[in-house]
Structures are given as structure tokens and as C-alpha cells.
T-cell receptor, first 114, second 112 residues
Framework: AQKVTQAQTEISVVEKEDVTLDCVYE???????LFWYKQPPSGELVFLIR??????QNEISGRYSWNFQKSTSSFNFTITASQVVDSAVYFC???????????FGAGTRLFVKA | DSGVTQTPKHLITATGQRVTLRCSPR?????VYWYQQSLDQGLQFLIQ???????AKGNILERFSAQQFPDLHSELNLSSLELGDSALYFC???????????FGPGTRLTVL
């Protein structure tokens, strides 16, 4: 069965600190897709990244970077030089082959203090 | 703006009542998902439709039902409402299976 674990419930950092959000997943499929979404205080959910199980290359987008390691079933998200606007709940999600269902982790609430 | 619309934005009703939440997906998206987010809770997957057909069910109560119409909009029907059904209900759409989902602004349901 699918499972996504975000063990960090809340993280608090000071602006300009780097922060890593952990995501560990479980699946029996060899083909699957991983996602990160952001939910700022305004409430809407925003797509950040999609990665398939055959692509283990790390990705960087501005201050955001993602580290995908199949060996440890992890897909961690790092924000470099955090800013107050990064304060949000971040969700990791998993979709298996067929993609009929997407399972979300419980989310990590990030507080960035000025 | 994700391109996904949900109506109404807020809904206040009483226990035992029935409500319908509506979702219009992004233009061209065939897949629609419904999620429930209770206070300080994660996203609970309810149900998914692809091009009018139900394809997956999550922890959706028997009191809840949904459908996707030929024009691809979707409705989530919640009946015999209980206090615990108070939550934010999100609709999302995607271009295909296992693709990134684009979320609507949500419908906040309050059951009194």
C-alpha cells in the first residue's frame, strides 16, 4: 500500500537559514510519481514539483532544491536562504502507476521568522 | 489563479442537511479529484473521476457521493451532515493520470 510520511510536524527557522523538509514514501510499484505542494496561509494549494521514479536527478529551482533517493525512499525538499514568504504548510505526495489516487503526507508547517 | 473554480466559497448549514459542492476543472483537464481537509489536518483523498468515470475512491463516507458530467465539471454531494463534516473541501484537476494537480480555492463547509 502507498504511504507518505512527513515526520516533521512543524519547523521554525529564522530568515536566511536553510531548511530541509523530509519526505519518506512507501510503494510496491516500480513506476510512481512524487510531488511537493505548498499551502500558504491564504489556503490555496500550489504545485511545486513532480518527479517520476526513473529520474533520480536532483533538481534546483531558484532557492528550492529537491533530493530524490530511491535507496532510502526519500524525496526531501530544501529551501535555501529562507524568507518570510516561505511560511506555509508543505505537502509531499505519491501517485502510483495508473495515477488514479494520490496520497498526501500529513504536511510540515514551516514558520520563517524575520 | 489555478484555473480551477469551486462554488460556493463558503457554506453554512445545519446537521442533517444535504449540500452540493461544485467544481469546474481547468480547460482541457480530464481528471478531477476531491479532497477533504479538516482543521489542522492533511489532505484526505475522497474520490477521483477521469473523463466522466469514477476511477478511485479513498476514505469517502457512504453519505457522500460525487459525479463528473459530460462537460467535465464535477459535483460532490454531502448528505445527512454531521458536525464532523465541517472542513475545507478541495477540488483539483489534472491533464492526465499521475500528473500534477491544480487545486481550486476550496469550499469551506461549516455544519452547525
Amino acid at each position: 500500500a502507498q504511504k507518505v510520511t512527513q515526520a516533521q510536524t512543524e519547523i521554525s527557522v529564522v530568515e536566511k537559514e536553510d531548511v530541509t523538509l523530509d519526505c519518506v514514501y512507501e510503494t510496491r510499484d516500480t513506476t510512481y510519481y512524487l510531488f511537493w505542494y505548498k499551502q500558504p496561509p491564504s489556503g490555496e494549494l500550489v504545485f511545486l514539483i513532480r518527479r517520476n521514479s526513473f529520474d533520480e536527478q536532483n533538481e534546483i529551482s531558484g532557492r528550492y532544491s529537491w533530493n530524490f533517493q530511491k535507496s532510502t525512499s526519500s524525496f526531501n525538499f530544501t529551501i535555501t536562504a529562507s524568507q518570510v514568504v516561505d511560511s506555509a504548510v508543505y505537502f509531499c505526495a505519491l501517485s502510483e502507476t495508473g495515477g488514479f489516487k494520490t496520497i498526501f503526507g500529513a504536511g510540515t508547517r514551516l514558520f520563517v521568522k524575520a | 489563479d489555478s484555473g480551477v473554480t469551486q462554488t460556493p466559497k463558503h457554506l453554512i448549514t445545519a446537521t442533517g442537511q444535504r449540500v452540493t459542492l461544485r467544481c469546474s476543472p481547468r480547460s482541457g483537464d480530464l481528471s478531477v479529484y476531491w479532497y477533504q481537509q479538516s482543521l489542522d489536518q492533511g489532505l484526505q483523498f475522497l474520490i477521483q473521476y477521469y473523463n466522466g468515470e469514477e476511477r478511485a475512491k479513498g476514505n469517502i463516507l457512504e453519505r457522500f457521493s460525487a459525479q463528473q458530467f459530460p462537460d467535465l465539471h464535477s459535483e460532490l454531494n454531502l448528505s445527512s451532515l454531521e458536525l464532523g463534516d465541517s472542513a475545507l473541501y478541495f477540488c483539483a484537476s489534472s491533464a492526465g493520470l499521475a500528473r500534477e494537480q491544480f487545486f481550486g480555492p476550496g469550499t469551506r463547509l461549516t455544519v452547525l
